[in-house]
DNA sequence: TACTACGTTGTTAGCGCTAACATTGGGGTG
DNA sequence: CACCCCAATGTTAGCGCTAACAACGTAGTA
């Protein structure tokens, strides 16, 4: 830096007010200050940046479950929208979620001198932990909303599932089963949550309810299942990866999609579009997640307000061939 | 730091060498300044500290393709190398591949000070792109073996894609197609050697090539053409997705797989266990490939040693039930 | 006893930057 | 013409840490 002083024939706190942005600087100066930052290449030293601000223009990512498709889509949204914002992003990947990894992630991110945090942990119960910390810092949950002393962003996975639960009532559904995910998750939850709201608003008796574990092969297993003990006319699935087990299991069985029972997943990912028939679903716009996310923690650090901030990504129902009216017979 | 020192009696630069291991510490101090870090909960500066050492404990992964699955696993298994040896990870996420955005990129990567590099992008001709830049920061690139300006470190897929051929062969085919990945990905490129070599050292023709795009839809495209056009009892795709499009297309047209076609595919991603039959495949160990990566670049750090590393993590034939010999008629 | 050697601790300087204050000079006002 | 004001720039201090050196005391040696 004061070699860029010296080359712009000024001193090194101006070379820092242009740096800055600061209006009090001459179209002149401004002029010869960047020449010599271009012309020798200058870049700013952030370790003595931060040192001095208190900023490392850094936010912390703490995430589970990295390698399935929602969280690894966020994780892609969030380190774009931050980057966009001129922020870095650190991330920390838990294997297994309790609430002394959960702290040991966070003290490093304490150590690391991140500004804000965001966490994408989709297992109930880490709020709390998450609000026991209670680090000086502005943290932002995934799926964590109505909780005051946090923000949180989240999709309405709730609204989400009633979508699709409605749709299939309003093709004339009366007994409609639903293959949840694992329990002690959030997603598990309101999914489940949505499903039984729109059957009992519907007047309709709530049906079967299956757990799987996201995988295609429990999804396989439940329809299985219930083939084997249900009657129903249609199925709503946890996921996609669980809707494409249902779809191998009924094929396998002759049993025909839509025309026998309707489908419908949730996630939209990648392949199925290219499921035999193209499967009906709720698209979740993790792009906007991401976004969001980023909003709410750089308004706090700018604005110094903490917690209390929600807000909701509705997601949208994608109607394919995997969903009809139920048969006569 | 000053508490930390007053509190036990000592100078600042007790602490310090307590907290950097110094030997020449004396048993009492030790314990009197441990006794007042965990009693003031005291924690270090980062930015001070890499202000003074030029290290920031940082390193960066460039990576593209992030939702993908090879890509997230990677990235999983790098981050959890890269804390176990206690370093943080900041990561940035290419939208699309072009020098340009590679440059930009690797610069924030070098504004943010990191200790050095991982690149996670699979696109072939980067790697001139990467050494072009000539950043004095040491840089290990998945994916690159020969390159002697760079480390590299990779998973042979052509001996994985060669084993699964080879393998088809010992079974008896003589006739064995492939469906690639897009081009302009190095691994589409190994993935076809393999088969190529395998083809030929077995003295056999080389059997049809289709081009896909790593997608199921693109296999069952692939698998709709083959049934059309082509003569082979064996197909090895270059991922397990469209192996799942392939088994779809077979599977929709009565072709009986393993009894009538073989198929292979490549990758063992979590749902290939649960295909019907359940997928033979290649595995790929990413936990290796993560951890080997971050190891060499620790000793690149350490060492002050640059480039010409190369690790190959070879993968491993997962027999399931897609394969079988060809039929006699 | 006097000297050296070494293990232990303290002191000083400076990493590269920004905040706060000091200084300069040109234009408007009475 | 003297005054003040403010925009533009320079100067100084210090963020929290580590490296380098200085100082101290104790034990071993002659």
């Known amino acids: 830096m004061e070699d860029v002083a010296k080359l712009a024939g000024v001193s090194h706190q101006t070379v820092s007010r242009v740096l800055n942005g600061n209006p009090n600087v001459s179209a002149r100066t401004l002029e010869k200050v960047q020449g010599a930052i271009v012309e020798l290449g200058y870049r700013r030293n952030t370790a003595a940046r931060s040192l001095v601000t208190r900023r490392s223009n850094t936010i912390g990512v703490l995430a589970s479950e990295m390698s399935q498709y929602g969280p690894s889509n966020t994780l892609l949204a ?35 001198g991140v ?34 002393r946090l923000s949180g962003v989240a999709i309405d996975q709730t609204a989400g599932a ?46 079967p309810l299956f757990e799987g574990d996201w995988s295609a092969g429990s999804g396989f297993r439940a329809g299985q299942e219930i083939m084997r003990d249900a009657h129903v006319s249609a199925i709503f699935a946890g996921n996609d990866q669980m809707a494409l087990g249902l779809l191998r299991a009924f094929g396998e069985a002759g049993i025909n999609v839509p025309g026998d029972v309707s489908v ?64 006569l017979n």
Chains 1, 2 share one sequence.
Do not use: K
């Open 162 to 207: 009633r979508q699709a639960v409605e749709y299939l009532i309003s093709l004339g559904h009366q007994h409609i089963g639903h293959v949840a995910g694992p329990a002690g998750w959030v997603d598990t939850q309101a999914r489940i949550e949505g499903w039984r709201t729109a059957l009992a608003q519907a007047g309709l008796p709530e049906g």
């Open 115 to 148: 500004d804000g945090i965001i966490v994408q942990v989709p297992h109930s119960g880490i709020f709390e932990t998450l609000v026991s910390l209670n680090l000086g810092l502005p943290v932002v949950a995934i799926g964590a909303t109505g909780e005051n």
């Open 78 to 112: 969030l380190q774009q929208a931050a980057r966009e914002a001129g922020y870095f992003v650190s991330i920390a990947g838990l294997d297994d979620v309790t609430p002394e990894t959960i702290e040991e992630a966070m003290l490093r991110f304490m150590d690391q």
């Open 264 to 327: 419908v997943g949730f996630d939209d990912w990648l392949e199925s579009e290219f499921f035999l028939p193209p499967l009906t679903t709720v698209r979740q716009n993790f792009q906007e997640l991401g976004q969001r996310c980023v909003h709410i923690l750089l308004a706090e650090l700018d604005g110094g307000a903490r917690g209390g901030a929600d807000v909701e990504v509705v997601p949208e129902l994608v109607v394919r061939g995997t969903t009809a009216s139920p048969s």
